[in-house]
Protein backbone atom coordinates (compact mmCIF):
# COMPACT_ATOMS: atom_id res chain seq x y z
CA UNK A 1 0.00 0.00 0.00
CA UNK A 2 1.57 3.23 -1.23
CA UNK A 3 1.61 6.51 1.66
CA UNK A 4 -0.58 8.36 -0.68
CA UNK A 5 -3.60 5.81 -0.25
CA UNK A 6 -2.99 5.76 3.43
CA UNK A 7 -6.04 7.36 5.31
CA UNK A 8 -4.81 10.33 7.94
CA UNK A 9 -5.86 7.93 10.87
CA UNK A 10 -3.35 5.28 9.56
CA UNK A 11 -0.56 7.37 9.09
CA UNK A 12 -1.58 8.56 12.65
CA UNK A 13 -1.45 5.06 13.57
CA UNK A 14 1.79 4.44 11.74
CA UNK A 15 3.41 7.12 13.54
CA UNK A 16 2.31 6.09 16.50
CA UNK A 17 3.51 2.64 16.15
CA UNK A 18 7.25 4.43 15.09
CA UNK A 19 7.30 6.33 18.00
CA UNK A 20 6.51 3.14 19.73
CA UNK A 21 9.09 1.25 18.49
CA UNK A 22 11.98 4.10 18.93
CA UNK A 23 10.87 4.24 22.54
CA UNK A 24 10.93 0.45 22.81
CA UNK A 25 14.80 0.58 21.40
CA UNK A 26 15.97 3.48 23.46
CA UNK A 27 14.69 2.01 26.80
CA UNK A 28 16.53 -1.44 25.96
CA UNK A 29 19.49 0.38 25.01
CA UNK A 30 19.85 3.31 27.36
CA UNK A 31 20.90 1.75 30.20
CA UNK A 32 23.93 0.23 28.72
CA UNK A 33 24.72 3.85 26.85
CA UNK A 34 24.59 5.20 30.44
CA UNK A 35 26.77 1.98 32.00
CA UNK A 36 29.18 2.42 29.39
CA UNK A 37 29.81 6.21 30.13
CA UNK A 38 29.59 5.92 33.50
CA UNK A 39 31.91 2.84 33.23
CA UNK A 40 34.43 5.43 31.03
CA UNK A 41 34.00 8.11 33.27
CA UNK A 42 34.98 6.42 36.22
CA UNK A 43 37.71 4.70 34.67
CA UNK A 44 38.91 7.87 33.66
CA UNK A 45 38.60 9.17 37.07
CA UNK A 46 40.62 6.00 38.33
CA UNK A 47 43.03 6.95 35.98
CA UNK A 48 44.12 10.39 36.93
CA UNK A 49 43.47 9.58 40.48
CA UNK A 50 46.50 6.96 40.25
CA UNK A 51 48.46 9.36 38.25
CA UNK A 52 48.26 11.87 40.83
CA UNK A 53 48.59 9.48 43.37
CA UNK A 54 52.37 8.19 42.14
CA UNK A 55 53.26 12.47 41.66
CA UNK A 56 52.35 12.70 45.43
CA UNK A 57 54.43 9.66 46.16
CA UNK A 58 57.06 10.91 43.77
CA UNK A 59 56.63 7.88 41.75
CA UNK A 60 55.73 9.49 38.51
CA UNK A 61 53.02 12.32 37.76
CA UNK A 62 50.14 13.27 35.00
CA UNK A 63 52.40 14.44 32.54
CA UNK A 64 53.45 10.21 31.78
CA UNK A 65 49.81 9.91 30.31
CA UNK A 66 50.30 12.27 27.97
CA UNK A 67 49.94 11.40 24.24
CA UNK A 68 52.96 13.01 22.30
CA UNK A 69 50.41 14.84 20.38
CA UNK A 70 48.30 16.50 23.05
CA UNK A 71 47.81 19.69 23.34
CA UNK A 72 48.24 21.62 26.59
CA UNK A 73 46.84 25.39 27.08
CA UNK A 74 47.77 27.40 30.13
CA UNK A 75 45.18 29.79 30.04
CA UNK A 76 45.32 33.27 31.62
CA UNK A 77 48.36 35.95 31.65
CA UNK A 78 50.81 33.74 33.08
CA UNK A 79 54.24 33.95 31.35
CA UNK A 80 53.71 30.17 30.36
CA UNK A 81 50.16 31.02 28.83
CA UNK A 82 49.62 29.48 25.96
CA UNK A 83 48.65 26.18 23.97
CA UNK A 84 51.53 23.82 23.56
CA UNK A 85 51.29 21.40 20.53
CA UNK A 86 52.71 18.41 21.97
CA UNK A 87 53.89 16.22 24.79
CA UNK A 88 57.91 17.44 23.94
CA UNK A 89 57.37 21.14 23.90
CA UNK A 90 55.20 21.48 26.63
CA UNK A 91 57.59 19.36 29.03
CA UNK A 92 60.49 20.97 27.52
CA UNK A 93 59.16 24.59 27.85
CA UNK A 94 57.65 24.29 31.07
CA UNK A 95 57.61 21.46 33.17
CA UNK A 96 61.81 20.70 33.10
CA UNK A 97 62.14 24.47 33.29
CA UNK A 98 59.69 24.72 36.54
CA UNK A 99 61.07 21.44 38.11
CA UNK A 100 64.77 23.27 37.47
CA UNK A 101 63.61 25.73 39.76
CA UNK A 102 62.62 23.69 42.54
CA UNK A 103 64.69 22.22 45.68
CA UNK A 104 61.72 20.34 46.45
CA UNK A 105 59.08 18.93 43.83
CA UNK A 106 55.63 20.21 43.90
CA UNK A 107 53.45 17.85 46.12
CA UNK A 108 50.01 17.44 45.15
CA UNK A 109 47.25 17.19 47.23
CA UNK A 110 43.40 16.40 45.30
CA UNK A 111 40.61 18.69 46.70
CA UNK A 112 38.16 17.25 44.41
CA UNK A 113 38.60 15.41 40.90
CA UNK A 114 35.40 14.88 38.87
CA UNK A 115 34.78 13.28 35.36
CA UNK A 116 31.88 13.74 32.95
CA UNK A 117 31.92 12.09 29.45
CA UNK A 118 36.10 11.90 28.32
CA UNK A 119 36.95 14.77 30.55
CA UNK A 120 38.29 14.53 34.09
CA UNK A 121 38.48 18.04 36.24
CA UNK A 122 41.04 17.87 39.08
CA UNK A 123 41.27 20.68 41.34
CA UNK A 124 44.24 20.90 43.78
CA UNK A 125 46.98 22.88 45.33
CA UNK A 126 50.46 21.52 45.27
CA UNK A 127 53.41 22.96 47.03
CA UNK A 128 56.98 22.92 46.75
CA UNK A 129 60.59 24.97 48.04
CA UNK A 130 62.23 26.59 45.26
CA UNK A 131 65.77 26.58 44.84
CA UNK A 132 65.82 29.95 46.46
CA UNK A 133 64.70 28.55 49.78
CA UNK A 134 61.55 30.45 49.55
CA UNK A 135 57.90 28.15 49.86
CA UNK A 136 55.70 27.95 46.44
CA UNK A 137 52.20 27.36 46.49
CA UNK A 138 49.39 27.39 44.11
CA UNK A 139 45.66 25.90 43.67
CA UNK A 140 45.11 24.50 40.23
CA UNK A 141 42.31 23.18 37.96
CA UNK A 142 43.33 20.85 35.29
CA UNK A 143 40.42 20.08 32.51
CA UNK A 144 41.50 16.79 31.33
CA UNK A 145 40.87 15.44 27.74
CA UNK A 146 41.31 11.30 27.66
CA UNK A 147 41.30 8.84 25.13
CA UNK A 148 42.32 5.28 25.68
CA UNK A 149 43.84 6.36 28.94
CA UNK A 150 46.05 8.88 27.53
CA UNK A 151 45.79 12.57 28.28
CA UNK A 152 45.00 14.47 24.70
CA UNK A 153 44.13 17.71 25.20
CA UNK A 154 44.18 19.74 28.75
CA UNK A 155 43.08 23.60 30.29
CA UNK A 156 45.10 24.39 33.28
CA UNK A 157 44.24 27.29 35.42
CA UNK A 158 46.53 28.44 38.70
CA UNK A 159 47.33 31.83 40.16
CA UNK A 160 49.41 33.54 37.18
CA UNK A 161 50.93 35.32 40.11
CA UNK A 162 52.62 32.83 42.41
CA UNK A 163 54.00 30.98 38.94
CA UNK A 164 55.31 34.63 37.30
CA UNK A 165 57.06 35.51 40.44
CA UNK A 166 58.59 31.77 40.59
CA UNK A 167 59.62 32.12 37.02
CA UNK A 168 61.79 35.15 36.85
CA UNK A 169 62.52 35.18 40.88
CA UNK A 170 64.31 31.83 40.31
CA UNK A 171 66.56 30.55 37.26
CA UNK A 172 66.18 27.07 35.84
CA UNK A 173 70.30 27.30 35.59
Do not use: C
Not at 34 to 42: C, I, K, L, S, Y
Not at 87 to 98: A, G, K, Q, Y
Not at 108 to 133: K, L, M, N, Q
Amino acid sequence: MSMRKLTTASRTNLRNVAALAFIGIALIAGPQVVRADTDVQESNKATVQRAFDAWAAGTGSPYDLLTDNVTWTITGNSLASRTYSSRETFISEIIRPFNARMLVGLKPTIRRIYAEGDTVVVFFDASGTARDGKPYANTYAWFLGLSGGKITHAFAFFDSIAFNDLWTRVSPQ
